[in-house]
């Protein structure tokens, strides 16, 4: 299988600037001695995660001649907020399928950028979504299945070894495995000595079981929707999963309270509103210091997008 | 009155280079369209808030004969924490005069930065400053009334007018008048085709209302205290008055209830914690658009320093 390269991630730095912010690293004063922390707060992109970086890179590399027929995306979440946000910036038709028990709250986001919304069985979102691909001749922008959304991900790799070329730790969520395997890529090649280590919740925990297994260890969704980070939730492709065991060193696992706990403690400490999917890695640093090496560390906050009920519930 | 200048200004910017986070704009999405929004947000700094900024510029102007003898600065907010951070990475020691009012956890978060924090009645803060400055040989670092710091703070303009030369409005909050003073500076003199204009909460507009009069207003301490902006009860001093009156374009003020509204908007548009001293320019964008020019603008976000259980309040 072929995996994504250190130039695919440049050429993607390239094509999304202007697009997606350049997120600065934050010190925390409040960190170990011996383990200082920065956060790299990707809850502050347009559409508030990092999906922009992934999404700008693939709707760029649209051919001239399949740009009118537009974009389709299938997800309730961050995705499809970062492809309707980048159709609306490109000029682009975009047709975002969801399932039927999306909150009309994210709907209404992705209509307020433009896109046209279709509410679909949750079955059915593959098939109707490839039909409309079909029909249209539109381009289906994949949430991580994809070397480009990998390497558009994977900018944000670069920005960390820019910034701090002597970074000793990075600690990257982990759900379809894009964003991991994008960075993954960027540190291994940037700056060799460093380790990259993903986080997934105990109860999303299929890519952690793979890693201990020594091979794939498949979830239920059923099983992996039982955590509260819910960008949390998908399982990798084979694309992403060979990325991931060949360029991130180690799994860690945190729970369902130390991720409630990060949330809070990012509002308090660092004044960032994360979604508990954007905290586990906060949540790792503190809490699963035993498994993590010391040094220079860098914690990747990957989105902002929390229903403001639970926020202030979690900070109360 | 000398006022500064940009050359100040350009100094300063390469003296804080590295203690500072060089803050991105972040664009809003939910901004009306002719009047698009970015966000430079200060609250990300160490230490939350843009005080780092003037302190670090003030404390690396020490002469090496002076540095060993410390710091000294009476506050018992951001401009503190500021003080006794920069002190702690110069390897200065610090002392904070704070008044008997003080909450524990501010005086704990100065302890926690290395400082010595004296704890004096609040008439006696200023006298207590000065006898330690005498007898110690040390420096103080004033809030605001200070060329360095205000050339400090100034850095935001800078920095605002490299990443959007464009910029056609520029919104900064008003309290001592520091950050304004810099910020008006370095717009003037990079942007001269944009407009600066200054916020207040009503219930301490004291610089609104001398704008009004046409000459200097004073309000006392007690009625600048009523404001839920607790960063923003302060007066200018002569010197900030005179940049303020010369260099920003006008002021505006805004309600209670509007910058307890900003407060969550920025926490769940923006994924960022402000305090309601950082909320106003937003609340002012959001509020008072009849006063204010169309065009791209800016809004400083200035602090983030909001106690977790008033955040969760206006949340929820």
């Known amino acids: 299988m072929n995996l994504i390269t250190i130039e695919d991630v440049h050429a993607a730095a390239e094509r999304i600037r202007g697009a997606a912010v350049r997120t600065p690293l934050l010190p925390c004063d409040w960190a170990d001695v011996d383990r200082p922390l920065w956060l790299k707060p990707e809850n502050l992109q347009p559409v508030g995660a990092f999906k922009i970086r992934g999404a700008a890179n693939a709707m760029a590399r649209i051919p ?63 098939l109707v979504a490839a039909r409309l691909v ?5 381009t289906l922008v994949p949430p991580f299945d994809h070397a480009d959304v990998i390497a558009g991900q994977g900018t944000i790799g670069l920005e960390i070894a820019a910034d701090l070329p002597e970074v000793e730790v990075v600690l990257v969520p982990v759900s379809g495995g894009g964003l991991a395997a994008g960075v993954a890529t960027a540190i291994r090649a940037c700056c060799p000595a460093a380790v990259v280590i993903g986080v997934e919740p105990e109860l999303a925990g299929d890519v952690a079981a793979s890693f201990a297994a020594g091979h794939r260890v498949l979830w239920s969704a059923q099983d992996r929707a039982r955590t509260i980070a819910d960008g949390l939730r998908a399982t ?81």
Chains 1, 2 share one sequence.
Request: aromatic share 4%.
């Open 64 to 126: 001239a001649s399949a740009r009118a027929n537009g974009v389709v995306a299938y997800s309730s979440g961050n995705h499809a907020q970062a492809v309707a946000y980048m159709a609306k910036r490109l000029g682009l038709p975009a047709v975002i399928v969801v399932p039927e028990n999306t909150p009309a709250t994210k709907i209404e986001a992705s209509r307020r950028h433009g896109a046209e919304v279709v509410v679909v069985p949750i079955t059915d979102r593959e």
């Open 236 to 316: 990798p492709s084979e694309l992403t999963f060979a990325h991931l065991t060949q360029r991130v060193d180690a799994m860690v696992t945190v729970s369902e309270d130390e991720i409630r706990a990060a949330v809070a403690t990012l509002a308090t400490c660092a004044n960032l509103v994360a979604e508990p999917s954007g905290a586990v890695t906060t949540a790792a640093y503190l809490h699963r210091a035993a498994d993590l090496p010391t040094g220079r560390t860098v914690a990747v906050v990957s989105g902002g997008n929390v229903d403001r009920w639970l926020l202030a519930e979690l900070l109360g």
């Open 134 to 138: 079909a029909e249209r001749g539109a």
